[in-house]
């Protein structure tokens, strides 16, 4: 890199401007071929990490993508609806160019979400939708109970937006003349817009599963599977209202993590003393996200060419300039470095990672894509310090394709810029190819997570955006994202109540239990601190009688006047059940009370789900403070 960016140096000003023109086209087309090279090796990595023949996922389930084949520091041995999804949709985009070998995978995958629909756990179950919330599950499609950062809000919109992206293109082809395929596959999606629709204005945990509050990512994952969730639904002549009445929400909503100088990650943020200054690859991955080839460079849009998400990127390029040893022989602005999810990551040590560095790369690319179409470039005040980062003598002004040679050196200066990035996540590429999910900040090498299903995916998706920003091939299709949107004066919080069914014609097993009951359990116990209280019981939900799998209790509501333990659990209607509750000491040790409970969770009523309460009040031995 080093060495380059001297020859890049020497050539510009000991050579004549065209044999410097010639060098960079030169080195324009090695990276071409060093992209085309990796990108056959991230694609089998993906199909490697692919369920159930996938050489990287045994025991996995058809349809099935682990996060990646790593089961221990990390353990990333399970399938996240985020990940599968992203790589999902980068997935159907290779099939719908070419790649029609593809085709199984992404039907094993509808199957396999069908089913994960309806599996119920920690977040709750499909009767009331608060189950499509859980992050990840085992490889094998059963719930996962530990620890975790949950419900995570943005899966069931990438997914729905993954499977939408499919559906257009069943119904655009005449493939699936009679839509039965469509049809078929809509129950997953609809259950997955409900979702958003009634959720959205609640808090959850972001992408990277740490901060519980409102993510931007998430965020614009919703607005934008409402939106075309709404338009197939009504082709496909379903009640599309709730999707359109909330959509406008969103929007405005959306609008309000914008600080004046960049997207705020995380707003609403429910974890006390949480303190980063909020700028993240969050915002990066959601101007890529809300990308749309037809879209102009609309800042309530974040579209990568947007004012708006330029300035935002130079701010987050700018955080990993100097934090990372291995950037600080870059001194040029204008050029690629390593960059990370934020600089405040302690993960493993705050290392850059290859799909925000790659990241970076696809947002500009998409961007120049974008200026391509419009054939303008707007140099405003707000974009400025960006455009001078790339190319210094930049000016405000209106710079038109054609009308004059400024268009064109800027829209390749944008382009050395981000074809730094991807050389920066090659150079920290080793010899195989193989991707991991980080690389050192000291120097280079791969580190956590090997073979990342989400860092091969990021790949892919960067090089069908370089394609598209250097020929006329277009892999992304419009999501139809509306043009000139008013944003609302007053943002509206809001939430519609969905209906959930297993979507049993795509996969869905047809005796799943579509009816619950949110049973709320409060127990008076009074406890010290560091003393824990924890539900379990005769069923899967309450942990099989395992102490392992047993749920947690919240303490919140806990006072002197009443020593308040409470649990929401989702149980299918009509259960009978036995349960206790028991105690963890700051020891380790548990104390059981002495007798079962018994309960029955009511027959299923008109309303699913039913609300039910029980009272109870600690019947065991308690806790000594004094041990
Ligand atoms: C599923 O996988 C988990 C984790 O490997 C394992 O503990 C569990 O027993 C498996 N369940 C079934 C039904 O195979
Ligand atoms: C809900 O929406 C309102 C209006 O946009 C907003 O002020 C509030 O922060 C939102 N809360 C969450 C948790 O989304
Ligand atoms: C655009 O071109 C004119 C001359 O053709 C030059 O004076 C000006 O600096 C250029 N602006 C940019 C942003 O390159
Ligand atoms: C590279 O840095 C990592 C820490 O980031 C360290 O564990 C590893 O040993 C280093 N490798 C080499 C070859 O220096
Ligand atoms: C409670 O149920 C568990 C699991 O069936 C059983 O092992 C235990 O003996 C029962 N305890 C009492 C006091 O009935
Ligand atoms: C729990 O405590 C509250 C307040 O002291 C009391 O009103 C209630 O009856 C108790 N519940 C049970 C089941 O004992």
Not at 470 to 478: G, I, M, R
Not at 513 to 519: A, D, G, I, K, Q
Request: aromatic residues 12%; charged residues 20%.
């Amino acid at each position: 890199m080093k060495f380059q960016a001297l020859l890049a140096a020497l050539a510009a000003t000991l050579l004549d401007e065209a044999s410097a023109k010639a060098f960079r086209q030169r080195r324009a087309e090695d990276l071409a071929s060093r992209i085309e090279g990796e990108t056959t090796i991230a694609l089998q990595g993906v199909l490697n990490n692919f369920g159930p023949d996938g050489s990287e996922a045994p025991g996995a389930s058809a349809g099935v993508l682990i996060a990646s084949p790593s089961t221990d520091n990390p353990n990333y041995y399970y399938t996240w609806t985020r990940d599968a999804a992203l790589t999902l949709k980068m997935v159907v985009d290779e099939f719908l160019h070419g790649k029609g070998d593809l085709q199984p995978y992404i039907r094993d995958y509808v199957k396999a979400q069908a089913i994960v629909q309806t599996i119920s756990n920690p977040s709750g179950a499909l009767g009331s939708g608060r189950g499509l919330g859980e992050p990840k599950y085992y490889a094998n499609l059963t719930r996962f109970n530990g620890d975790w950062g949950r419900p995570q809000r943005d899966g069931p919109a990438l997914r729905a937006t993954a499977l939408i992206t499919y559906s257009r293109y069943l119904l655009s082809t005449g493939i699936d003349s009679d839509g039965t395929e469509a049809d078929n596959i809509w129950p997953i999606i609809q259950n997955d817009l409900n979702y958003v629709a009634q959720y959205w204005n609640q808090t959850g945990f972001d992408l990277w599963e740490e901060v519980d509050g409102s993510s931007f990512f998430t965020t614009a994952a919703q607005y934008r599977a409402l939106i075309e969730g709404a338009t197939l639904g009504q082709r496909l002549q379903q009640d599309v209202s709730a999707y359109e009445s909330q959509a406008p929400n969103v929007f405005c909503f959306l609008q309000t993590f914008w600080n004046g100088n960049y997207a705020v990650a995380n707003i609403n943020v429910k974890q006390s003393g949480f303190s980063r200054s909020g700028i993240d690859a969050n915002t990066v991955l959601t101007s890529i996200a809300l990308f749309d080839p037809d879209a102009v460079c609309d800042d309530t849009l974040f579209q990568p060419c947007s004012s708006r998400a330029l300035a935002n990127l130079k701010q987050y390029i700018d955080a990993f300039r100097t934090i990372y040893t291995i950037n600080q022989g870059v001194s040029e602005s204008g050029a690629g470095v390593a960059t990370g999810r934020y600089a405040e990551d302690v993960y493993f040590n705050g290392n850059p990672w290859y799909l925000t560095t790659l990241a970076v790369a696809e947002q500009l690319y998409d961007a120049i894509q974008q200026w391509s179409t419009v054939n303008t470039i707007s140099i405003d005040d707000e974009s400025l310090a960006f455009w001078q980062s790339v190319y210094p003598s930049a000016q405000p002004g209106s710079y038109t394709k054609g009308g004059s040679s400024n268009f064109t050196k800027l829209t390749d200066a944008v382009l050395t810029y981000a074809d730094g990035f991807v050389e920066t996540a090659l150079k920290y590429t080793p010899e195989n190819g193989a991707l991991s999910e980080q690389y050192s900040r000291e120097n280079g090498t791969s580190l956590s997570a090997h073979d990342l299903t989400w860092s091969y995916a990021s790949f892919i998706t960067m090089r069908a955006a370089r394609l598209a920003a250097t020929s006329d091939y277009s892999q992304v299709s419009s999501w139809g994202s509306p043009s000139k949107l008013e944003v609302p004066t007053v943002c509206t919080p809001s939430s519609v109540k969905g209906t959930y069914k297993p979507a049993v014609a795509a996969g869905a097993p047809s005796d799943a239990p579509s009816c619950t009951y949110l049973v709320a359990f409060n127990l008076n116990a009074t406890t010290f601190y560091g003393e824990n209280i924890y539900l379990f019981g005769s069923s899967s939900d309450l942990g099989d009688w395992r102490v392992s799998d047993a749920l947690a209790g919240s303490a919140a509501s806990y006072s002197d006047a009443r020593p308040l333990w409470t649990f929401t659990v989702e149980l299918p209607a009509g259960a009978d059940l036995e349960y206790k509750f028991l105690r963890k000491e700051p020891s380790g040790e548990v104390l059981y009370e002495v007798e079962n409970r018994s309960l029955e969770v009511p027959e299923c009523g008109d309303e699913s789900p039913g609300e039910q309460t029980v009272e109870d009040s600690w019947n065991g031995p308690v806790g000594n403070q004094m041990e």
